[in-house]
């Protein structure tokens, strides 16, 4: 196993590295999405019981305050959010690195805003592959 101590890398069961696991999370019949308070209040949740180590948070509102935007800075990363509340609509990025699973926290965040329709993709972010890093250098 690979020391990821110091670069917070993620190494698989296989042994390939990357920095990290970014999930895009939208969900459609939403609720709650006017209220920065609680929608912090969630995605703080949310990076905890993805093991995460919240940094700092803000949050404000857009428009005639209808829907809200904001960023929780992690040390494994970053969750942000956009809402658009007339709609029902959320667009959620959990970007997590180190032992952390932005996958852990989704059900929360499910739980919190009551989707009634959810869509959800993990990308893995910068593998760690010198030889493909250096063809694209080149």
Not at 60 to 82: K, Y
Not at 85 to 111: N, Q, R, S, T
């Amino acid at each position: 196993m690979t020391d990821n101590s110091l670069d917070h890398f993620k190494t698989d069961a296989q042994g390939a590295r990357y920095a990290g696991d970014h999930l895009l999370v939208e969900f459609w019949g939403a609720e709650h999405l006017r209220d920065p308070e609680y929608i912090c209040r969630a995605l703080e949740d949310g990076a905890r019981a993805a093991g995460a180590t919240i940094l700092h948070s803000h949050y404000h509102h857009f428009g005639d305050e209808a829907g809200v935007s904001g960023v929780t800075v992690l040390a494994e990363s970053h969750i942000t959010i956009h809402t658009w509340p007339e709609v029902g609509y959320a667009a959620i990025d959990v970007f997590m690195c180190g032992d952390c699973d932005p996958l852990d926290c989704l059900a929360l965040l499910k739980e919190r805003f009551n989707p009634g329709e959810v869509a959800a993709q993990n990308h893995r972010r910068g593998s760690w592959v010198p030889e493909v890093r250096a063809q694209r250098v080149a």
